[in-house]
């Protein structure tokens, strides 16, 4: 029963996080096409603060906390299957840092990447997350 209840709780969690990482890239998106000080510039700031701090960081913990209990109660430590899903984790809170410090840039006005760049990097968490749910589903190895 504990094992299917962190399984819950981690998909929630996956799903929270996955959300955050596939919107925030395109709020970039549009924030590169605004007016530096415009309203909408501004708009956007207070957007992408929120999304980061009050829905993707505890999110991205949660996911965490439940998927390395659930390695644990599962004992999956030596499957092959899981050890890469845990370097394509490991990949995603890199990417997660990464929109983070971008995020600070936007912040600051200090921005110069135009927006093909932001919907280019929105596709990376995708491309990763199709893996992780082949491999979880598959363990293919």
Known sequence: MLYNVLKA???????????GLLYLPRLYVYHAEA??????????KVMERRLLRGIMNPAMG??????????????WWDAGWWQ??????IGLTLIHHLYARWRKDFAADR???PAR????????PTA?????VFLVVLKPF
């Open 9 to 19: 709780l981690h998909i929630v969690s996956v799903i929270a996080w996955m959300a």
């Open 35 to 44: 007016e530096k000080g415009s309203t909408q510039s501004e708009t956007f």
């Open 62 to 75: 949660a996911v965490w906390v439940f998927g390395l209990l659930l390695a644990w109660q599962g004992d």
């Open 84 to 89: 890469m899903k845990a370097a394509l984790v």
């Open 111 to 113: 921005n110069t990447r």
């Open 117 to 124: 760049f932001y919907r280019l990097w929105n596709e990376v």
């Open 128 to 132: 990763l997350m199709v893996v992780i």
